[in-house]
């Protein structure tokens, strides 16, 4: 690219260079011959005056005037016949027009002619014929041409280090353009292209920027669907599966009601793949205000069953008239479900779920008799606003993707206690119309 543009540069500027000096020279040309034509007529013009007016009856000889331009005069008379100085004996048919009180300018084989009347009287008595060789002009004419091509060269070279820099400026920000777009084409969607303070290049270069970050977030959430999807799919399936292992190895007297059970799970099954669905999408969901506690009468009887097979218990605190508050059901089931299932899973002992009520929030906290949180090298993790999951952490996935359900209900994740008999946060904010 930056060859074509120096190209381009430097055509633009011979173009330029040959419009402009071809005119210049012919009208320098014309310059130089009427400039070598004056020089001529002048000399002559001066050797008139000096030729007396009866130089045709005195005897003596007329002295015309030197000149160190090479131009040679001659004195005719008026039958144009050489009388003195240089030049032929019988004057040119055309110089002899001069006779008839007229300057007369011509070129003849190579010369330059002037012929100036000489008058005496307010008659014409005879000529002054001057001439040079047009040689002087010539060279004169070849001196000026030479100095406008070296011009030329010069006004060339310095378009040729502009077109360098303005080439090498231009190319930079494209180059920058173009590895940007390769990048993003590899997978890499951090983009970033400098700012090149040429507008249109800058505005390319934001819209890729621009074009970078949503397809990282759109991937980051094709990617959190996949992982939400698995994480929360889990529990149900094998719920599933293990309930139709059972009735073949138990059945029932009426076959219909593993049917009506299996329906009601992939009702379930359905409806979370459109909650993660929605969740993955954007990052926001519709809230509205809903009841706690119809929330938790749904949600904890299924895992007080389970917690009741691992010979564990499920205890409720703070029950009562709960306020309303703000969010969607849909993204508080799923999270009560990550962390009830964090808690049969990792955890150990009694699951406590215990509601409080303040006057602008209501917290729902989930803790269990567990070792609680622990980092790779077993050191507790520290509290903090929003929940991450540590390294090797033995509650995988489930956390991160909790915390992104709060988050897209309006709602904070805490983790009040992450060491032994570890608890989890939920704040909602109260319903306030």
Not at 142 to 162: D, E, P, S, W
Not at 201 to 229: N, Q
Not at 359 to 372: M, R
Not at 420 to 426: F, G, K, L, N
Request: charged content about 25%.
């Amino acid at each position: 690219m930056r060859r074509r543009i120096l190209a381009a540069i430097l055509s633009v500027t011979a173009i330029s260079i040959i419009l402009f000096a071809l005119p210049l020279a012919i009208v320098v040309r014309q310059l130089v011959d009427e400039d070598a034509a004056l020089r001529v007529e002048r000399e002559a013009v001066l050797a008139a005056r000096e030729v007396p007016a009866d130089f045709a009856e005195n005897l003596d000889p007329v002295e015309l005037p030197e000149n160190n331009d090479g131009i040679t005069l001659g004195l005719y008379s008026s039958e144009g016949m050489l009388i003195a100085g240089e030049g032929p004996q019988q004057v040119e048919p055309a110089v002899r027009e001069a006779l008839g009180n007229r300057i007369i300018d011509a070129e003849l084989s190579g010369s330059r002619l002037v012929a100036v009347p000489v008058a005496a009287n307010e008659q014409v008595i005879g000529l002054i014929r001057a001439e040079q060789a047009t040689s002087a002009s010539n060279r004169r004419s070849r001196n000026f041409l030479a100095l406008l091509g070296a011009l030329a060269l010069g006004v060339v070279a310095i378009g040729a280090l502009i077109g360098a820099v303005l080439a090498g400026r231009l190319a930079r920000p494209v180059r920058r353009l173009r590895d940007a777009a390769v990048e993003l084409g590899h997978g890499n969607f951090a983009v970033d292209v400098p700012a090149s303070k040429i507008p249109e290049l800058d505005e390319a270069g934001e819209a890729l920027s621009v074009t970078g970050r949503r397809l990282d977030d759109l991937v980051s959430r094709e990617r959190a669907f996949s992982d939400d999807a698995s994480h929360q799919l889990r529990t149900p399936v094998t719920g599933l599966r293990a309930a139709l292992e059972t009735e073949l190895r138990f059945p029932r007297e009426d076959p219909q009601l593993v049917l009506r059970e299996a329906l009601e799970d992939v009702d379930r099954l359905e409806a979370t793949i459109t909650e993660l669905l929605s969740i993955a999408r954007g990052p926001h969901t519709t809230n509205a205000a809903i009841a706690p506690d119809d929330v938790l009468d749904e949600v904890l009887p299924r895992w007080r069953s389970r917690l009741v097979r691992e010979e564990r218990a499920l205890a409720l605190h703070g029950a009562g008239h709960v306020p309303a508050v703000l969010g969607n059901a849909a993204c508080l089931t799923h999270v009560l479900d990550v962390l009830l299932d964090n808690a049969l899973v990792h955890g150990a002992g009694t699951v406590s779920v215990r509601i409080g009520v303040q006057p602008e929030v209501v917290t729902i906290t989930v803790s269990d008799e567990g070792p609680g949180f622990t980092t790779a090298d077993g050191s507790p993790q520290q509290r903090s606003e929003a929940p991450r999951a540590p390294r090797a952490s033995t509650h995988g996935l489930g956390l991160p993707l909790a915390r992104r359900y709060a988050e897209a209900m309006g709602a904070k994740l805490l983790i009040t206690r992450p060491e032994a008999s570890p608890q989890v946060q939920i704040v909602l904010r109260r319903e306030t119309g």
